[in-house]
């Protein structure tokens, strides 16, 4: 074997060690020694030794620490046999690199060792002819030439790779002639990163940057699934992250009588005079966790993140997400509990994306346009019929004195589900909110139990000591609606479409209330439990509380959303 460093290949003594950029992405060596080594090493792997002549004049300790670098950068792809058959050369013809003039110099190296035959120079929003492809560097002043180049090269069907840098750091598109850097912009959160002017500072990062382009560009070094890398200057470091759609050029996505009349044609029920199925989404858990996955970015997504950290986790599973929010508002974080992790993700993730559907706000999507009492198109729940709404009921953001995130707020697997969420969460609130007496029924314990999942959490009560109980408050409802008694106390008032599946779920909110202390009531009045025979009352329909009519309004003014959740909206409550 005679190694020598594979083309396009750069290096950079970092802390600790060496950094090493290849086509198959970063490799980093560390040892107190490697890098004083490695500098040494470099210059004498070009294929015309073999390890055995390379460490000829050096100690038998020597020899074996750099017989161990050479084959460790074989073995990681930074080095290869001279003696094997060449590799055909990524790059070919012409490239053109688009940046500013102390950036030129080192992309013009990086794409010649790359293959290139040819590289020359251009200017923003234009690629002279005969170039087979393009590489641009540009600053947060230029995100629109960014798009004009873009558009072009997708035009020419010639690859193309850009990157906004600043004086710290860097962000590299995916190697895709149409990728769209005023959306990159739009969801960036920590913008200020790029505020300073100038590019990278000299050293090591305009070259690593440049090599980082030209393999992108080659076709090798990326994520290879259209994520945006963020290079950091400093440390050399990079990570991958997902950008979800959003709008381009600054358009507003769609009017809202069109996304409105979207809403209407899927979530209308076919009639019987023989109308043809509706568009009527619906995803498997499966699928959300795979699609909401993208949403979960601390620079990029909707949802900065989600995981259980420092919670308890027995015997109920906890998650936490925080939620993206506008610059002047402060996150909103939200939580959510369930047997195993995955429900307590998928519930918490649900919970996320609704609240960040109600700080999603674009005002141009506002009627009248941009204004501050603006309204919204909703769907009457009853009826189907279409009514106006005020956009401060739908998206609290405009009112900073109010809750971000408002009662009814939902998102769901299923048209069904967001809007029995949404409409559970007002018939919810009508029994915390009475003042005066709520009255109830005992549901048996023997009911409780004969449900599998409800026996098991009451056994776990009885074991840690916890008497439990369950009430039947569905008639101050007016939806079925259980209160659960944790040694005497009504700790929790949950709402569903079915009794059933409200006592199953008292119960397990009781478990939670025991599992974290918070065991002090939730109701505003007092809780009356009478011991008359029980009835199971009738399921959840959208009619509303008395003197109200329910009316869903959709989230829709970030089209990434539609990305990752079937439905989002909040169900808002009308004077009848």
């Not at 950008?243 to 809202?256: I, Q």
């Not at 998206?395 to 809007?419: C, F, H, M």
């Amino acid at each position: 074997m005679r190694p020598r460093i594979r083309a396009g290949v750069y290096h950079a003594a970092v802390p600790g060690g060496v950094c090493w950029l290849t086509a198959g992405g970063p490799v980093t060596l560390s040892g107190r020694s490697v890098a004083a080594v490695t500098e040494r090493l470099v210059p004498l792997l070009d294929g015309r030794r073999t390890p055995a002549e390379l460490t000829a004049a050096l100690s038998e300790e020597h020899r074996a620490m750099v017989t161990r670098l050479v084959r460790t950068l074989v073995a990681r792809g930074v080095a290869e046999d001279a003696d094997a058959p060449a590799a055909e050369r990524r790059l070919a013809g012409r490239a053109v690199v688009i940046a500013p003039e102390e950036a030129v110099a080192d992309c013009v190296r990086a794409l010649l060792r790359a293959g290139a035959d040819d590289v020359v120079t251009g200017r923003p929003g234009e690629i002279p002819a005969g170039v087979s492809c393009a590489v641009q560097i540009f600053g947060r002043d230029e995100v629109a030439q960014a798009r004009q180049t873009a558009e072009l090269a997708a035009k020419l069907a010639i690859p193309l790779v850009q990157a906004l840098v600043s004086r710290g750091q860097a962000l590299i598109g995916p190697p895709a002639a149409d990728v769209c850097w005023e959306t990159i912009w739009w969801r960036l959160r920590d913008k200020d990163a790029f505020r300073a002017p100038g590019p990278l500072p000299a050293g090591a990062a305009p070259r690593v940057l440049a090599a980082r382009l030209a393999l992108l560009l080659a076709g090798g070094g990326g994520a290879g699934d259209g994520r945006v890398c963020w290079f950091d200057a400093g440390s050399l470091a990079s990570s991958w992250h997902h950008v979800l759609p959003g709008t381009r050029g600054g358009e507003v996505a769609s009017s809202p009588r069109e996304a409105f009349a979207r809403t209407g044609r899927r979530s209308r029920r076919p009639r019987a005079g023989g109308d043809a199925e509706p568009d009527r989404r619906v995803w498997s858990e499966d699928d959300f966790s795979r699609r909401v996955a993208r949403a979960i970015d601390p620079r990029f997504g909707p949802i900065s993140e989600l995981g259980e950290g420092d919670l308890d986790q027995v015997p109920l599973r906890r998650s936490r997400a925080v939620v993206a929010a506008p610059p002047y508002r402060r996150a909103v974080t939200v939580g959510a509990y369930g047997a195993d992790f995955a429900t307590a993700r998928r519930r918490t993730a649900l919970r996320a994306l609704a609240a960040y559907g109600a700080l999603a706000l674009d005002p141009r999507r506002l009627t009248p346009a941009g204004e501050h009492e603006g309204w919204v198109r909703g769907l009457r729940l009853a009826d189907g019929a279409p009514c106006r709404v005020a956009a401060g009921a739908v998206y609290p953001v405009l009112r900073p004195d109010r809750e971000p995130v408002p009662l009814g707020a939902a998102a769901g697997l299923s048209w069904e589900q967001t809007v029995s969420a949404g409409l559970q969460a007002h018939h919810r609130q009508a029994v915390l909110d009475a003042r005066d007496e709520v009255r109830g029924v005992r549901v048996p314990r023997e009911v409780v139990a004969a449900d599998p999942v409800a026996a098991g959490y009451l056994r776990v009560l009885t074991a840690a000591g916890h008497d439990a109980g369950v009430v039947d408050v569905s008639g101050l409802a007016g939806a079925p609606a259980a209160a659960v008694l944790l040694d005497g106390v009504p700790v929790e008032v949950v709402c569903r479409p079915g009794i059933g599946a409200a006592v199953r779920d008292a119960v397990e909110a009781a478990v939670h209330a025991a599992q974290t202390g918070l065991t002090t009531p939730v109701l505003a009045g007092v809780l009356n439990v009478r011991t008359e025979p029980w009835n199971p009352p009738p399921g959840l329909r959208p009619t509303g509380l008395p003197g109200r009519v329910p009316v869903f309004v959709p989230y829709d003014h970030d089209p990434g959303l539609a990305e990752v959740v079937a439905w989002a909206g909040a169900v808002v409550m009308l004077d009848a």
